[in-house]
């Protein structure tokens, strides 16, 4: 006897009953780019659609967003304000702290996720405070805590360290408890590997690193277990989120890790990886809205909980047929 698979795809009514996994709006983190100044929308070369918006363009931008079904964003800040140390991070009238402020008084319920880092604020680039020529660890963890104080002083709902330095969780965690915002959850660049896919980010937010490159804290694509191990250490120091990034070329990362832990699990869909979708539409030689939809399947399909991507608008307006 044949066996028959091809009977449960039918027709679109038994297709969709059988279907095991889905995209929604719920599953996805929206990405943003806030700069100084006013009445700014600038685009983004590398990244088609994607816009450094000035706080009172910012606003505008969330409220159309919000009528999409888009209820959050991770949000980054850029500025010129560069030094050493990334003073402008921890600023409480820096950049991310006055958009933070603005969004929360326009649009309480709507969820403001912020990036920890130092590379979009320091005049090397790099992810933490530099000493003899690589990044001191735990001092870096010091400004870091800072950091995180001020962004939730200015209203962050969770706090996204990114920069892979060791304890970085912890130290995160601990200054939160300290302050009482015991309800305040972390979401953890946990995998973060040192990917060439993070280019046409670098160019949106000029952080490239000036000297060097991020090989000595983010991980080797050529590892695995290792991601496992990094993943363990964060849930240990009390990250409520772990994440996987990027996502595409990680498929076996995520599922890998999904199986052994019992928190949820994000993954980031970057920017190389959205510019190439949209490159390649653009020449005509992929269907734009099927490649990005079977992308996105993907990433859930392997096990991500969350997806954080800068196809999130576009996928909002192809639900609502704009
Ligand atoms: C670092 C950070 C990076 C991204 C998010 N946070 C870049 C890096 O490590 O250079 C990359 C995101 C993307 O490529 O979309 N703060």
Redesign the pocket.
Known sequence: MIKRPLRLRGSNIIRSMVKENSITLNDLIYPLFVIEGKNKKNPINSMPNIYQFSIDKLLFEIDELITLGINNTLLFGITENKDKVGSNSFDSNGIIQRATKEIKKRFPNFYVIT?L?F??YTDHGH?GIIKNNKIDNDLTLKYLQKQALSHVHSGSDLLAP?GMLDGMVKAVREVLDENQYYNIPIMSYSAKYASS??G???DAVD?SPKFGD?KNY?MDPANSTEALKEVLIDIDEGADIVMVKPAMSYLDIIYKIKKEINIPLAT?N???EYSMVKAAAEKGWIDENLVRNELLISFKRAGSDIIISYFTKDYAMDLKNI
């Open positions: 990036d880092c590379c979009e992810c990114s896919f993070y046409p980010f670098r952080s991020r983010q980031y970057v920017s190389g």
